[in-house]
């Protein structure tokens, strides 16, 4: 008895202190996201003050500076520059001369302020349930998504309002106690930004009748007595200018992410254009409303705003960049019946709030209408497409779970495993594969380019290679260059070469093995990644000047021709690429990842064979056309093999993950024929 007295207390004493890490645990991560937070908010702070005073808050220097509108005796909407509601210039005007005097502090801080009160707000309203730890780490993950946001960043930057729509609506809906409270609310928010109307059809149609009424009455009482202060210029804006139509910026300008602003930028204009415009504008505010009052009905509230708000995105006659924190909301919702396709829309939509376009999608002139529109394009999807999964769903809770090889042990014994790095059985979401290599690839060219230094030093490392390979007896490349000079076929050939087997296979080679091979794919590309962001690391620390780029030394350039050296041509790239990262080679470095992997995973050996010879032909034609040193293909093969190390290290051997997928088809297969097997001795197919 005493025996299991002791081990009683001792087991309590056990989860106890399970309990008690996992607390700590879970505070020491929430302290950690408040501190990225904060850091993200001093960011922002630094740079919009550290920005030169004329042009930072312009938006707000041209309503309250010293030449402001709100200065001006006459219409607020002589110039254009000011684009806000009546009611919004009447509230703005007796704060015109604090303004002027904390013009940079004062405002800033207390957008932050609105800011981190918006991201609180948006936490809380989770749809139930969420788990603690959902609960308390949403706060600061929100925050620091806000901060990130284009139009958190635009707002900061122009010295604009628009988070305060959005907040007011938020509280409205969540904070408040009361329908008539929260109507007033969102009353005032659509009194400063008229398409917030469209949330009172949303409270309506779900029973919340009293705070639509509410906010039908704020916003006509408020809007009223602006215009009976400043009837001329609330004329100018609800008759001359409907809404604010024509306010601003050209309707057509990239900042406006509307239907209207989308249409214009296609081409259509007059009747047609406004035609168009209001039967599109009409379908989807019919289509998104319906869903949004569904979502609410289904208590998923915050998604239902969200939606709304998306509509409102679409519709409007102008919806400016600082005015599109609608879409970043419709990150609550879920998507997807697997785990691995839960991540698609919410990577989706922070990456494409915090992100410019041009990084979304690539600089080809047939994806310009989808890359000049992909905001407004994330609003229409999630006001009207995107199939957002009821809480009565079966995998809303409870997704159809990944299966993953069993734990192996790394290589080295002190380099923990990390618990999200676990094999996967199964292929990746397609689309967020094809997300994720795209905005990986416009990071990885931004930061090569960044990465750039005077043209001394980069030949300055260009005699030190030259130097060591001269002392190793290894410097072929000018013999080889002028060789293939002599042999017109060889050189196109080798030119060709260069320039168009760059992507194009391992791009295929990735292909492949996602159709075919998924779990190798994975390994595959993260040896890939790896060997990247170690490429790039070289780039910053020694830019080098490639053989062509050193003068007095005699190279021919066979691919772009005779060089000017204070300005070298790189082809159509010149400007979009380092001329001096060279070092480590990536262009024989990812030729040798598709090499090794072909030789690993290629199941005859002629296709071995094969493809180790594009390392070859590749490493030939870089020293060949004078576009690399022969160390430079040295270090693009260190760079690959540490991505290949680091893989190995971090995830354990890949030998053992298809041991693993062998054992599951085996145990799948035992497991169909005792279960389906028909008494005749036939098998039939599992019931499903």
Known sequence: ??????????????????????????????????????????????????????????????????????????????????TGTPFGGLVLKPFTRAAEQALGWGWTFGTLSLVVALGLVAARALPQPVSRRTSLLAAPVAVSLLMLSLPVRNTLYLGQTSVIPVLLVLLGCFAVRGERAGGVLIGLAAALQPTVLLFAPLLWFTGRRRAAGSTGVTFAALT???????????????????????????????TNQSLHGALLRLGLNGPLEIGLFLLLGAAVAAVGLRRAVRYAKDGQLLLAVAVTGCVAVAVSPTTWQHQLLWVLLAVVGRVGRKTSDRFMWPVAVVLVMTLPAKMMLPNMAALYPLRDNVTLLAAL??????????????YYR????????????????????????????????????????????????????????????????GHQIHSIEKALFIDVEHWLNHTVVQVPW??????????????????????????????????????????????????????????????????????????????PDYGAMTAVTNQYAAMPSLHFGWSLWCGIVIAVLAPRWWMKALGLLHPLFTVTAIVATANHWVLDAVGGAVAVGAGFGLTYVLSGPRALVADAIRTSEVSTALATEVGTTSSDGRLRSPAR
């Open 1 to 82: 008895m005493a025996n299991v007295e002791h081990g009683g207390r001792a087991g309590n004493a056990f989860g106890a202190g399970t309990v008690d890490t996992a607390r700590e645990r879970l505070r020491a991560l929430r302290i950690g996201l408040w501190l990225i937070a904060a850091v993200l908010a001093v960011r922002q702070v630094a740079v919009v003050l550290s920005t030169p005073k004329a042009e930072r808050l312009t938006d707000l220097e041209t309503w309250v500076g010293p030449n402001g509108v709100l200065h001006v005796k006459g219409s607020l909407y002589d110039s254009t520059q000011f």
């Open 490 to 567: 060889m050189k196109g050939f080798l030119s060709f070469y260069y320039e168009s087997f760059h992507f194009v296979v391992p791009l295929t080679i990735l292909g492949v093995l996602y159709a075919r091979r998924p779990t190798d794919y994975r390994w595959a590309r993260s040896s890939l990644g790896f060997a990247t962001l170690l490429g790039l690391l070289g780039f910053w620390l020694y830019p080098l000047a490639p053989p062509r780029l050193m003068p007095g030394l005699g190279f021919i350039d066979t691919v772009h021709g005779a060089q000017d050296f204070a300005k």
């Open 224 to 254: 009223a007595l602006a215009w009976a202060a400043m009837p001329h210029d609330s004329n100018t804006y609800w008759v001359h200018h409907l809404a604010g139509v024509g306010l601003g910026k050209d309707a057509d300008d990239l």
């Open 398 to 461: 409870a997704p159809i779970t990944t299966d993953y090889a069993a734990a192996v042990p790394a290589r080295l014994s002190w380099v923990p495993l990390l618990p999200f790095w676990r094999k996967a059985l199964s292929r990746p979401n397609l689309l967020l594969e094809l997300l994720l290599i795209r905005v990986c690839y416009a990071a990885y060219s931004s930061v090569r380019l960044a990465a750039t230094s005077n043209r001394a030093t980069a030949e300055q490392h």
């Open 381 to 394: 999807a999630a006001a009207t497409v995107v199939p957002f999964l009821s809480r009565t769903s079966e």
